[in-house]
DNA sequence: AGGCTACCTGAATGAGCGTTCAGCACGGAC
DNA sequence: GTCCGTGCTGAACGCTCATTCAGGTAGCCT
């Protein structure tokens, strides 16, 4: 209707299908985050698109296909953001720092903590979304590697053990994450960041 | 029926009802590990325990109510297994390498990590989930904050922070058993405990 | 014996929800 | 203009599943 009564307004129109079905998919994040894998039904997606039920599926064939596609969407977005960022940092330091500030959510990038354990139950029961949540990780503990590696060659770290290190680290920042994504009255996103930082300092032998 | 043929057994015929309760109670426990909270239905509770759909809502009122009951079942478990366990061990550094070797799933107690963590996401929705999650770990971080309080009186640790220790150690379980649970190919029971071992060394300047 | 209560069952009920479908609007091809 | 493909909608359809219920059995009290 909004749209019939919008009909020639330039060369957006051909690019409009598109949009909606984006704001589909955002949306299907949204519920998700909100509602949980398991309790994403196709009616809160469609009506927090604004659009009708048959719509979603119009365009992902099943909730399901709509509930993967929002996962692909967010695993790219993920990594995007997070080599971006990375790269913005000068410094093996600087970059381990700010890893440590965007796993707590303090910066710009890794959406919310909480859709990362509806990731991991999905994972229990869901090949797709193992695969997922396994290429998430593996990034993440890639660029951690990497930092700590790009540390060890200037200096800045002297690990007993780089690669246990890149494990501990990485698992550390999912535990203290669960805290926080379930609204731990002990866990801020602060105390996260300066927990996971004091731990880092440990475990790379920083002068600090 | 089976009930029916076998009416005079002895004094077993009162603590019949009991007995078919806690076998529901079981089986919901084993539904709830396979099929996840999301996904556990009154028949596969019933067909587990091997009785009707009838019986397990006469008992428990609702699905939610056998899944609740289950919950807090595991919850008590939980603690009486971890605290008779940390009592047949002498000193802490005894203790503590037993709670590497329970977290890891080697020894007899704590339940398979899967149900951890369907609880936390449950959690995420549930306000009574949430609280069986807080109190778990509440146990699960006190027993720890006692060993390692023992040890430091007893000079066998020397963390520089020992309540940020408790909290990392305690967390870095929560991540590397987050492999475990969803079968990282990089994880196994043997090489969690080591690695949180390691990282307790570590945080709790143990000579070794 | 008669009745009361606890335990248990299988079928029926009804709500919720994914998916299908008939059809409308519209813009471009011819 | 007519035709056709794409985008889109709202109303069914049909299935799954929690919950209800009428009834059946067995022990226990009087």
Redesign the interface.
Known sequence: MAKGTLPSSGGLSAKAPEERRERILRATVDVVRT?????ARVSDIAEAAGTSQGLVLYHFHSLDGALDAALTLLEDEFYDDLARDLQEQAGAVQRLRHMADLGAGLGPAVGDW?LW??L??R???DPGA?ET??SL?RRWRTSLREVISEGVAAGDFAPA?AE?AV??L???????A??L??D?P?MTTQRLAD?WW??AI??LRMPH
Chains 1, 2 share one sequence.
């Open positions: 509602r949980g894998f398991a309790g909480r354990l509806e991991w139950v994972a229990l029961h193992r949540r396994e990780d053990d246990a494990i501990r990485a698992s550390l920042m999912d535990g203290l669960i805290q994504a379930l731990d002990d927990l004091d731990a440990l475990e």
